[in-house]
């Protein structure tokens, strides 16, 4: 076809077909690139977790996490009078919810660790900001404190002063804890949600 073209023609002729062969390499390329793994830490052994019974911002009994059986659920362990860590988590949760086009088969879940203050409706206050599907779990001290066990968090103090461990737990559709995300972890959620739908 080429010999047939004269000058001009025939170079910029030459020139699209180069950047066609080029841009296909790069799509198929990009196509055969094998997808890179969740940016949380996997567990090697899933953990399962059954048998905590806490208080949903209804007010009613929510048993984490046979209730969401069926689900994929994102559990983040903080309190409403955080100044900084819990408000970061939130807002980056329901970005990365809102990106992944608002599953039905995910859930978002905030667990308090000050449930002397964090009753029933202030913890449905808080959680709503950030999204009105999202749960908002709290309940007695012990109750608390059994959850917090379950999921490996720690926390103390009191007040705004309040210390606790900062991750995101990725709980499977059987209740089963896969995959943790630290601080600097969370925010790649809106790219990795996707895959962990598929896959757990």
């Known amino acids: 076809m080429l010999a047939r073209v004269k000058g001009p023609l025939r170079f910029a002729v030459s020139a699209v077909l180069l950047?066609?062969?080029?841009?296909?390499?790069?799509?198929?390329?990009?196509?055969?690139?094998?997808?890179?793994?969740?940016?949380?830490?996997?567990?090697?052994?899933?953990?399962?977790?059954?048998?905590?019974?806490?208080?949903?911002?209804?007010?009613?009994?929510?048993?984490?996490?046979?209730?969401?059986?069926?689900?994929?659920?994102?559990v983040f362990f903080g309190y409403t009078r955080c100044p900084d860590v819990c408000p970061l988590t939130m807002s980056q949760l329901s970005s990365a919810y809102t990106a992944a086009g608002e599953p039905e088969d995910l859930r978002v879940v905030m667990v308090s660790v000050d449930p002397e203050h964090d009753t029933p409706e202030v913890i449905g206050g808080y959680v709503e900001r950030f999204h009105p599907s999202f749960v908002g779990l709290t309940g007695t001290n012990p109750q608390v404190a059994a959850a917090a066990k379950a999921f490996f968090v720690g926390y103390g103090g009191s007040g705004v002063d309040l210390v606790h461990t900062e991750y995101v737990a990725v709980l499977d559709r059987e209740g089963r804890l896969r995959y943790v995300y630290g601080t600097t972890a969370v925010p790649s959620l809106a790219r990795d949600i996707p895959r962990l739908l598929r896959e757990l």
């Open 19 to 74: 950047v066609a062969a080029g841009a296909g390499a790069y799509l198929l390329g990009a196509w055969l690139r094998p997808e890179p793994p969740p940016a949380g830490t996997a567990l090697q052994n899933p953990v399962p977790i059954s048998g905590l019974a806490l208080v949903d911002q209804r007010g009613e009994g929510f048993r984490l996490a046979e209730d969401m059986r069926g689900d994929v659920a994102l």
